[in-house]
Nanobody
């Protein structure tokens, strides 16, 4: 069964950190570039960070550059998003997906940044 399961979200104060995980199954994870997305209430889903299949190339939205780091462990079929210096505007549901041949969206993981 092809599946993406996100975890690691929560409530954090401004300036805090969280590490999100996305566990993939049912496909050859190591051959796909992966991307983290987020969707805030009332807004469209936006791309946050992208990583190539071999981790050599990464890319970030301007709004998170220098604060977020995407990584992956192909042996564990997992992609991560380390989020530091969180801001209230980072509050959203975070999803991961393949860059190409996008899969059905999972539940995502809620990140709430608030004091």
């Amino acid at each position: 069964q092809v599946q993406l399961v996100e975890s690691g979200g929560g409530l954090v104060q401004p300036g805090g950190s969280l590490r999100l995980s996305c566990a993939a199954s049912g496909f050859t994870f190591s051959t796909y570039a992966m991307r983290w997305y987020r969707q805030a209430p009332g807004k469209e889903r936006e791309s946050v960070a992208t990583i190539s299949s071999n981790s050599i190339v990464t890319g970030y939205a301007d709004s998170v550059k220098g604060r977020f780091t995407i990584s992956r462990d192909n042996a564990k079929n997992t992609v991560y998003l380390q989020m530091n210096s969180l801001k209230p505007e980072d509050t959203a549901v975070y999803h991961c997906n393949r860059v190409s041949a996008v899969l059905q969206w999972g539940q995502g993981t809620q990140v709430t940044v608030s004091s």
